[in-house]
């Protein structure tokens, strides 16, 4: 397994502004993956971060808004830049050791956009 | 394209009683399956996933699932809910090396148990 954690917990920010997520793990992984989820529903990937090369997003999402750095095998950051109430969300941060095996989650960044 | 389903929005179920939470699946090669269960204001936590061998699968929490390749299905069973057992599942399957190792959810299924 892997124990994850994410700060901020929750937060409360202003559109137009940035927030920058942080992951920490606490052994090193090779894949790590970013995920929005709104509060009851599925989980939607954002982009795949493997360390040492650029993130891999997903349709609809691109780096000038959510962009992601990947230092080390055991740390990523995601950040939601020029926020607006539609990014209201849940971000949670991913990881798994192996391809196509077991993913381990955080316990989630809530964010609330006014 | 990879896709799975939870046919089911809400399950109700009496304490004490056995549970499905069901689920299909549509892939082009091996299934790599899994079960996600989610707690409230929680991450997800991992129950179980089928890769290869026995169809039925044994997970935490006295969870099992049983892979039906004819039917397309993994279906989540407990023989007795526990009022503990509330909470939203998520079925998953993995995508292989063409699409690019992802993990694919389905919606969710809420689960409630009644004392």
């Known amino acids: 397994s892997a124990v994850i954690s994410q700060k901020p917990s929750r937060d409360i920010c202003q559109r137009g502004t940035s927030l920058t997520i942080q992951c920490q793990v606490d052994s090193q992984v090779t894949m790590m993956f970013w995920y929005r989820q709104q509060p009851g529903q599925s989980l939607t990937l954002i982009a795949t971060a493997n360390q040492g090369s650029e993130a891999t997003y997903e349709s609809g999402f691109v780096i000038d808004k959510f962009p992601i750095s990947r230092p080390n095998l055991t740390f990523s950051t995601l950040t939601v830049s020029n926020m607006s109430p539609e990014d209201s969300s849940i971000y949670l941060c991913?990881?798994?050791?192996?391809?196509?095996?077991?993913?381990?989650f955080g316990p989630g960044t809530r964010l609330l956009v006014l | 394209a990879q896709s799975v389903a939870q046919p089911e929005d809400q399950v109700n179920v009496a304490e004490g009683n056995p549970l499905t939470v069901k689920c299909t699946y549509s892939v082009s090669g091996n299934p790599y399956l899994f079960w996600y269960v989610q707690y409230p204001n929680r991450g997800l936590q991992f129950l179980l996933k089928y890769i290869t061998g026995d169809n039925l699968v044994k997970g935490s929490y006295g969870f099992e699932a049983e892979f039906n390749k004819s039917q397309t299905s993994f279906h989540l069973k407990k023989p007795s809910a526990l009022v503990s057992d509330s909470a939203l599942y998520f079925c998953?399957?993995?995508?292989?090396?063409?699409?690019?190792?992802?993990?694919?959810f389905g919606a969710g299924t809420r689960l409630f148990v009644k004392a």
């Open positions: 998953a399957v993995r995508d292989g090396p063409t699409g690019g190792f992802k993990t694919i």
């Open positions: 991913s990881v798994e050791r192996g391809a196509r095996e077991t993913q381990y």
